[in-house]
């Protein structure tokens, strides 16, 4: 087991950032067809506050005791201990065959068709393991790396598409229905997802503000926005006829000769999933064995393999895991129900201190 070592707040909430811009590059079909750009961003405000309110539980437990869920579980309720591990546990396996599978998808049918998607899942899931065994405070270094990546993938997404937008076609009209907006807006509380890892991890970061996840989920929504934008205006009705809108956006980007940058795209999305899939194994090993126990994160890294397998020969279970609906319900007890709860326990338990 490796020794807690806090690390800056400001490095952990980058990464996390990164997780969460990992959402638009994976969306294939999941927004309507009939919603215009202007309201989509509307649906990205209204998603990305929601995902604040599921951050508000788990900040303000930070703010008051400096530590996170699973540490207090372990503090005030050693009974609760196990039970709300094995629910993170849960959570967390879920949460990382949600990303896997349309990840695995995109790189199996864009990329390698002759490669079988199952050795492909398997070779990330091994960079996954090992990265989780180093622990958080690695992982988030390599946030640093990949957000200097990041930048320069999406200049050369954004600035060699350009030349290709056409404002003659599509304007900032507010086109769209009630039910797009439902739709829409579930889709993008989907980040939500790091609110549950920074309620498993925050309480290994140090120099925590409560800007901090603020200015995450904004340059969040920028980020969506920046890839509507240009998907609505530089692609038009073509991407309508097409799968992962990101990944034709990467291709149209051109500067002069030079046409396509979808490698860069697809090392963005590769590096992005694999920092949510080891954050999510190192959150099971925090909850359940200790922080980087090896054992642990081989067995649940194993775990998720065996239901991707499953998933990929059984379209009913796919369907289930790629479901966003039971995903954001199951980060609101997570996220919100459980923190929430400790908050009430820290404030009793200080109160008989006194």
């Not at 800056?8 to 638009?24: E, Q, T």
Request: proline share 4%; hydrophobic share 55%.
């Amino acid at each position: 087991m490796q020794t807690e070592v806090k690390f800056s707040s400001k490095r952990f909430l980058l990464a996390l950032l990164l997780c969460a811009c990992s959402v638009i590059l994976l969306q294939n079909n999941d927004l309507s067809p009939n919603a215009s750009f202007t309201f989509n961003a509307i649906c990205i405000a209204a998603g990305l506050a929601v995902c604040f309110l599921f951050f508000l539980p788990s900040l303000i437990l930070k703010k008051q005791t400096d530590s996170d869920v699973l540490t207090l579980a372990r503090r005030f309720t050693p009974k609760l201990r196990i039970p709300i591990a094995i629910f993170y546990a849960l959570y967390f396996v879920y949460a990382a065959l949600y990303f896997l599978l349309p990840y695995i998808d995109m790189f199996h049918t864009k990329y390698f068709p002759e490669v079988t998607p199952c050795l492909i899942t398997f070779i990330m899931l091994l960079g996954c393991a090992y990265a989780a065994c180093k622990g958080v405070n690695v992982i988030s270094r390599f946030g640093i790396f990949l957000f200097l990546f990041a930048l320069l993938t999406n200049i050369l997404m954004f600035g060699g598409s350009l030349s290709e937008l056409d404002f003659s076609h599509y304007s900032f009209e507010l086109n769209g229905e009630f039910n797009a907006f439902m739709q829409n807006t579930l889709y993008f509380v989907t980040p939500s997802f790091i609110a549950v890892i920074f309620a498993c991890c925050s309480g290994v970061t140090r120099n925590f503000r409560f800007r901090q996840p603020v200015f995450t989920l904004i340059f969040t929504g920028l980020k969506y926005a920046a890839v509507i934008f240009f998907v609505w205006f530089a692609l038009g009705d073509y991407v309508g006829r097409q799968t992962y809108p990101a990944f034709v956006l990467s291709r149209v980007a051109h500067f002069g000769p030079f046409a396509g940058i979808e490698s860069f795209y697809l090392a963005l999305a590769t590096m992005s999933v694999f920092m949510i899939v080891s954050l999510f194994l190192c959150c099971i090993s925090r909850g359940t064995c200790g922080d980087g126990n090896r054992k642990c994160v081989l067995i649940f890294t194993l775990i998720i393999f065996a239901l991707y397998v499953t998933a990929t020969y059984i379209n009913s279970v796919k369907e289930i895991l790629v479901n966003p609906i039971p995903l954001l319900l199951l980060t609101f007890v997570a996220a919100v129900m459980l923190p929430a709860a400790y908050i009430f326990v820290g404030r009793k338990s200080n109160a008989k201190g006194n």
